[in-house]
């Protein structure tokens, strides 16, 4: 895959093409401001006379990796941020976002695949990295808006009256990239072990304990929870599920 601003050299600098700091893996959520179109916003940035770039950018039906990870893109004005983190960014107005606007959904779909790749990549476990870090992006793995930095940015949606559900429509998209084999044919339960507190996602054949954010995600997206303190269902899941996932 090639990446646009390498292949597409950008007017003025854009980008360091390396780091001078290690990075924490910490992705920053940025929304463009302007039309709902990540080629023409590559474009945009490739003649642009200021500094303002990101390392990927997408659409609802397109992502466009500018440099690759290891570089330093140009993307947040608070010191330090830039070298040490990673930026998405969404083609469109934060106030156009909405979590039942298709083109909303669409993207913050691929931002989670985004997130879920780089991830991947570079060893980070997002069961235990998937959530909100803000300034604490310069020390530790997580997710933060632009606006959650830059005191005078407010995107992606660090002040829009829907944060709640688009942090927990992105959660779920980052998770379930991470975990391809969770498909819409094998949907995950999830079971209270009554023997120590602790929950268990199964699906198939499949286990997992899983954290108490990530355990509130999914329930806030509707997954199904068994109470194994009273139905019985914790010992029918250790019949049923036999292969623990690590």
């Known amino acids: 895959m090639g990446f646009f601003l390498l292949d597409n050299p950008p007017a003025s600098p854009q980008f360091h093409a390396s780091r001078n700091s290690p990075p924490t893996w910490a992705v920053c959520i940025h929304t463009s401001e302007g039309p709902r179109d990540a080629g023409a ?21 397109t992502t466009i990796d500018l440099v690759p990870h290891t570089y330093t893109a140009f993307s947040i004005a608070t010191p330090n941020y830039n070298s040490r983190t990673y930026s ?62 830059q005191g005078d940015r407010s995107d992606a949606w660090a002040f829009h009256p829907q944060r709640s559900q688009l942090d927990h429509m992105l959660f779920d998209a980052v998770l379930r990239h991470a975990n391809p084999e969770e498909d819409d044919e094998m949907k995950s339960v999830l079971v209270l072990d009554p023997s120590n507190g602790k929950v268990w996602e199964c699906w198939g054949l499949f286990r997992r304990h899983v954290s108490p954010s990530v355990f509130n995600t999914k329930r806030f997206l509707g997954v199904q929870f068994l109470d194994g303190t009273t139905d019985g269902s914790f010992r029918q899941f250790c019949i049923d599920s036999t292969t623990e996932v690590r």
């Open 41 to 61: 916003l590559a474009g945009f940035i490739a003649r642009r006379s200021d500094p303002g770039s990101y390392h990927t950018i997408v659409d609802a039906n």
């Open 88 to 149: 998405v960014c969404i083609a469109g107005k934060s106030v156009e976002l909405d979590v039942n606007d298709p083109y909303t959904r669409a993207c913050v779909d691929r931002v989670g695949a985004v997130v879920a790749n780089l991830w991947s990549v570079v060893g980070i476990d997002p069961e235990m990295h998937t959530r909100w870090v803000g300034p604490n992006s310069l020390f530790q793995a997580g997710l933060f808006c632009h606006g959650d930095v």
